[in-house]
């Protein structure tokens, strides 16, 4: 099956370089990443869905326009990472590293963030649908024009936050999943700039 998902990978490079003119697009589904070799392979661009990245080391992998739906990455170093426009639905980041990262105009519908340092993030133009940050850091990271409803952000801690005015908050949740404690529009507006440090 290695020789098979190698395969793939060198497929998808070709597909990537030369606009999807030769080769064939990456589309993998199920897959347990953390028994290959990944640090030259190029993700850009590739469907994989539900696949487990968990506690590899993928700093600096560009992801962008990729779709990752249902993915786990618990435990994984993805610093320097770029996940510009892609779809993260149901993407579970538990207790990863995400620093200096690209999150810009990507789809983080019902996304896990629980337990993350997010540090020097670009969360611009993002939309954050029951995406769960419980516990979570958010120090240095720009959220403009991001959109936040139903935002679970219980125990969160906000430092540095850019682009609180430019964000779009239809409402974020304090409380938890059981028991929200929903806050709407300028309550919600307000409750984070007086929790940003």
């Known amino acids: ?4 998902i190698d395969n793939k990978f060198e497929l998808h490079k070709r597909w990537v370089e030369t606009s999807g003119h ?7 589904e199920e897959v347990d990443f953390r028994k290959f070799d990944l640090s030259d392979k190029l993700f850009e661009q590739a ?5 487990v990245f968990d506690n590899l080391n993928l ?13 786990t990455y618990k435990n994984t170093n993805l610093r320097g990472c770029d996940f510009y426009k892609t779809d993260l639905s149901y993407t579970d980041f538990s ?29 611009i133009n993002d939309y954050f649908y029951l995406t769960d940050f419980s516990n979570a850091t958010l ?9 936040f409803e139903e935002t679970l952000l219980n125990g969160v801690k906000l430092r ?23 806050l709407k529009s300028q309550e919600a507006k307000k409750w984070v700039l007086e929790n940003c440090l």
């Open 95 to 123: 207790d990863a590293v995400i620093k200096n990262v690209r999150f810009s105009k990507s789809d983080c519908w019902e996304s896990i963030f629980r337990n993350v340092n997010l540090i020097n993030c670009n969360l």
């Open 22 to 28: 030769e080769g064939e697009k990456l589309c993998l």
């Open 59 to 71: 700093e600096n992998i560009d992801f962008h326009t990729s779709l990752l739906c249902s993915s």
């Open 139 to 147: 120090d240095n990271v720009d959220i403009s024009l991001s959109t």
């Open 47 to 51: 469907n994989l869905a539900e696949c």
């Open 1 to 4: 099956m290695s020789y098979n």
């Open 160 to 182: 540095n936050i850019k682009g609180i005015e430019e964000a779009h908050f239809e409402s974020i949740n304090i409380g938890t999943f059981e028991k929200p404690i929903l």
